[in-house]
């Protein structure tokens, strides 16, 4: 079955540090691949999304880039805020684009 | 639009009562997903309905749960009798399926505590 494996956080910055969080998976065919970001009690939302090999997805200064060689789905950005503060959740998309599964989530606390 | 919309926000219940979960998609979308979220767990699908009929139910915990969706703008989710281990947030989504869009959108949460 498909599944999501997420860089274990939390992960813990100083404001305009470079952010990298690790995201791979495992899925038969073509998924496509997301980051959902959620603040403090709210509830997920999209950031990004990519829908083919070598697409890259991006939004508010996060990008993420589809490698289907090494099944992976990193989110990078290259200076984080404070106010980037949050959990962020890797996601794929059954082939029939039905459901999605997530990763375990991953807390960013971003320090000023 | 509002969004999607789920009642209560906050639920505080004891143990063995009736606890019933409420969500309004937005309106248009034919897809509806109820999450469960605890820390130990993360993020866990119970069930998923597409144009109001369930289409997966193996993520719901056990019998104690039951989930409906009567009509496209309402679906509730229950759980008879609750634990203490159904604390939780209870996530509800709704999306449109069928347009080559996966995109989820989803409610506020509503926050389980049983004692």
């Known amino acids: 079955g498909n599944s999501v494996t997420q860089m274990e956080g939390p992960v813990t910055l100083s404001e305009e540090a470079f952010l990298t969080i690790n995201c791979t998976y495992t899925?038969?065919?073509?998924?496509?691949l997301f980051w959902y970001v959620q603040y403090p009690g709210e509830g997920l939302q999209l950031l990004l999304k990519a829908t083919k090999a070598d697409d890259k997805g991006s939004n508010k200064g996060f990008e993420a880039t589809y490698r289907k060689e090494t099944t992976s789905f990193h989110l990078e950005k290259g200076s984080v805020q404070v106010s980037d503060s949050a959990v962020y959740f890797c996601?794929?998309?059954?082939?029939?684009?039905?459901?999605?599964?997530f990763g375990g989530g991953t807390r960013l606390m971003v320090k000023p | 639009d509002a969004g999607v919309i789920q009642s209560p926000r906050h639920e505080v219940t004891e143990m063995g009562q009736e606890v019933t979960l409420r969500c309004k998609p937005i309106?248009?979308?034919?897809?509806l997903f109820w999450y469960r979220q605890t820390m130990m767990r993360g993020l866990e699908l119970l069930i998923y309905f597409n144009n109001n009929v369930p289409i997966d139910d193996s993520g719901m915990p056990e019998d104690r749960f039951s989930a409906k969706m009567p009509n496209a703008s309402f679906s509730t989710l229950k759980i008879q009798p609750s634990e203490p281990r159904d604390s939780a947030v209870y996530f509800c989504?709704?999306?449109?399926?069928?347009?080559?869009?996966?995109?989820?959108?989803f409610g506020s949460g509503t926050q389980l505590s049983v004692l």
């Open positions: 309106s248009g979308h034919n897809s």
């Open positions: 899925a038969t065919g073509y998924p496509s």
């Open positions: 996601a794929l998309s059954d082939q029939a684009g039905n459901m999605l599964t």
């Open positions: 989504a709704s999306s449109f399926q069928g347009g080559g869009n996966e995109k989820l959108f």
